[in-house]
């Protein structure tokens, strides 16, 4: 099973793709789609588009995830990163991929054991639990394509677990 994990960003949306193997992931590919500072929010928002597009045409996954919205402290940026996540989550459903969502917290937790993971943790452990050499963090603008297998990783783990409550304690009398 083929998973894109995507991470949205309107300057530098990342995207990775793993195969999930009963419980052995495999790295297939990852990298970074950028939109242009210098368009408007329409074209740059037709290129994140048309990126993603590119991505699911070519690597052909079986399902999506994408994290969700982190709210920041300037609500311009924030309205911004939502219209860029519409578009990526808008992407893959169009071609009949299933699309999941995670926080960010779930993710980092599930892929270094803490929710308050730093981003250098989170693709330390990414590129670790994928035995991945030639793409590592040292590489430029490498973090938003980390933070995408991250996504994917997540969802590797969480897509087939159905979610419990917790059992209700009966009480001895």
């Known amino acids: 099973m083929k998973l894109l ?10 995207w990775g793709l793993i195969e999930a193997d009963g419980d052995r992931l495999h790295y297939i590919a990852a990298g970074v789609i ?3 500072n210098s368009l408007s929010l329409a074209e ?5 588009h048309d990126g993603v597009a590119e991505t699911i ?3 052909c996954p079986d399902e999506a995830a994408v994290e ?17 996540r519409g578009v990526i989550l808008l992407v893959p459903a169009r071609v009949g991929l299933s699309v999941s ?26 590129y670790r639990l994928l035995h991945v050499h030639e793409y590592g963090p040292r590489h430029h603008d490498t973090n ?7 996504v994917a990783i997540c969802h590797a783990h969480y897509r087939t677990t159905p979610l419990r409550l917790p059992e209700k304690r009966q009480r001895s009398h």
């Open 101 to 126: 969502e995670y926080e960010p917290t779930l993710i980092k937790k599930t892929v270094v054991g803490t929710g308050h993971a730093k981003k250098v943790h989170v693709a330390l452990m990414v």
């Open 34 to 36: 950028s939109s242009q």
């Open 5 to 14: 994990g995507l991470d949205p960003g309107l300057r530098r949306t990342g």
């Open 68 to 84: 969700t919205v982190f709210v920041n402290n300037n609500p311009i940026t924030t309205v911004k990163l939502c219209h860029a």
């Open 44 to 48: 740059r928002l037709v290129q994140i």
């Open 144 to 150: 938003d394509a980390a933070d995408a297998l991250a």
């Open 57 to 59: 045409s070519h690597y």
